[in-house]
């Protein structure tokens, strides 16, 4: 069989020496491109057999002709969610596949790291001490023991972030569509109704995916429900968040913190450097002035680990697709996106 080739759109070094380190065992030809796939760089993706796309890549309706056209039969996700793809659209012409865990503990740890942070300040006490200023006024915190948390999505990453909170010692309320009540006994946490988790929590923490139910889950309207002065953490994707919203009732005080890894238009900023640049995007830019904001640029996944596990389950997906013919981590719209209820997707194919 002639070696597979495969292009990467949105390539970044830790990305190169990561796939390349991990191709040792898998010989196919790669292909790092540092555009991300768009209709205009989708020529690049001509002659290879897969492309491997991340979170901000892409492929819409008008673009699956164009990647048929090039060749491609599989793409490949080096991530977790999948709303940037078209599924209907792509459905019945080209697999999707994802990693659908790689590191669930990077991602709730960073989300802990972000109230942390937030509630005490220590970015900020970092640059104060650099500057041999001593002073701690403006740096006054809350104990997060005894507070109450709200998970919302307790999948892989939700689950471990009630277990980190109830580490904390708060009293830890979770709402998913589908509860998992062992987990619930084991780790600790309760279920709620979502007015609940607004009406009764101090943080907020967001762990659930962007679907067309979650899109704004967050917006004037749930804030309105929340405690005055709620932290809102957000690590799963930007769009559950009404940011518009969010600012208005960040300057109201309605909302007291905000921590946030993902924006909804983070495609255009997040994994760039504009440090040399004008913003021109108001919203984000109005967002960047608020001290009780933090903003990290979608590195919640980023670990030494969560790389490592990406890199092999991305080969991995390849490999079985074109020798073995099977898709273990397919996601499709017949199937109900992404969920593994799908008895094709056990057994192999789903089109
Ligand atoms: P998962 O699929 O294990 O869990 C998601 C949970 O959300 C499920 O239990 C599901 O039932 C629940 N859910 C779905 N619709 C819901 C709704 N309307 N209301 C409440 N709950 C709902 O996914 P996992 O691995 O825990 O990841 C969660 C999200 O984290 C991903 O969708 C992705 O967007 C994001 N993520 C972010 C990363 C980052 O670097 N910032 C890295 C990896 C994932």
Known sequence: ???MKIAFFDSRKYDIESFENMNKEYGFTLKFFEDHLSADTLPLAK????VCLFVNDPVRKDMVDGLLDAGVKLIALRCAGYNNIDLQAVYGKIHVVRVPAYSPYAVAEHAAALIL?????THK???????????IGGFKGFDLYGKTAGVIGTGKIGRIMCGILKGFGMRVLAFDSYKDEKAAAEIGFEYAD?????????IITLHCPLTPETEYLINAD????????VMLINTSRGKLINTKDLIEALKQKRVGYAGLDVYE??????????????????????????????ITAHQAFFTKEALENIARTTMDNIKKYFEEGVLPNEICYRCGQGTSSCSKIKTGRCF
Do not use: Q
């Open 47 to 50: 002659g290879y057999d897969a």
């Open 117 to 121: 942070t937030l509630n005490r300040k």
């Open 222 to 229: 749930s804030i309105s429900k929340m405690k005055p002065e």
């Open 194 to 202: 979502i007015d609940t988790i607004y009406r009764e929590s101090d």
């Open 1 to 3: 069989m002639d070696k």
């Open 125 to 135: 006490s970092y640059i104060r001490t650099k500057d041999n200023n001593f002073t």
């Open 265 to 294: 238009e983070e495609s255009d900023y997040f994994f760039e450097d504009y440090s040399d640049s004008v913003i021109d995007d108001d919203i984000l830019a109005r967002l960047l002035t608020f001290p009780n904001v933090l």
